[in-house]
């Protein structure tokens, strides 16, 4: 089973947390997962994967403008309709918008057709009720959190698929 990131990163926050999530799905038997920058998508291996993650630095209390370009223009050849979706969020400022982030990556998933998962809090913590979120000052800290989002997401598409 195909499990994609797709992500855009300025500084490599965004990446580093990308590849956490790859690895915590990878933990899962019968995954392959793979990270993507934006710039830089396997066509094949996103229409083929079952589950796909977003993830956007946060700026502005906002996705960044490479992601939402990315979903009103850049996406349009891609096969997201019914796969499970996720989110992830990373920012510099605790109030610089985390939550609101993955709420935009979630609205735009569901435009796209896609079911949204996270396991919120129903499977203790880490909860992770809208998605996964990191401060660059946290990065260490939070790499558990991310290993777990991918692991639940693998998790929850065996279970579906």
């Known amino acids: ?65 490479q992601m939402k370009k990315w979903f009103n223009e850049d996406s349009k050849p891609f096969d997201l309709e019914g796969k499970l979706g996720g989110a992830f969020t990373t920012a510099g400022y ?13 609205q735009l998933m569901l435009v796209k057709g896609m079911m949204v998962y996270t396991s919120g809090s129903a499977l203790g913590e880490p909860y992770l009720h809208i998605g996964a979120t990191s401060l660059n000052e946290s990065t260490e800290k939070d790499k558990a959190m991310f290993s777990v989002l991918g692991e639940r997401m693998a998790n929850k598409a065996k279970s579906i698929f």
């Open 1 to 65: 089973m195909k499990f994609t990131v797709i992500y855009f990163s300025k500084d490599g926050h965004t990446k580093e947390m990308a590849d956490v999530i790859v690895k915590g799905a990878s933990k899962v038997s019968g995954i392959e997962a793979k990270a993507f920058s934006i710039d830089d998508l396997d066509k094949e291996f996103v229409d083929e994967s079952e589950v796909v993650i977003f993830g956007s630095p946060v700026y502005h209390a906002g996705i960044c403008w």
């Open 94 to 106: 605790l109030q610089g918008g985390l939550n609101t982030a993955c709420l935009e990556l979630t």
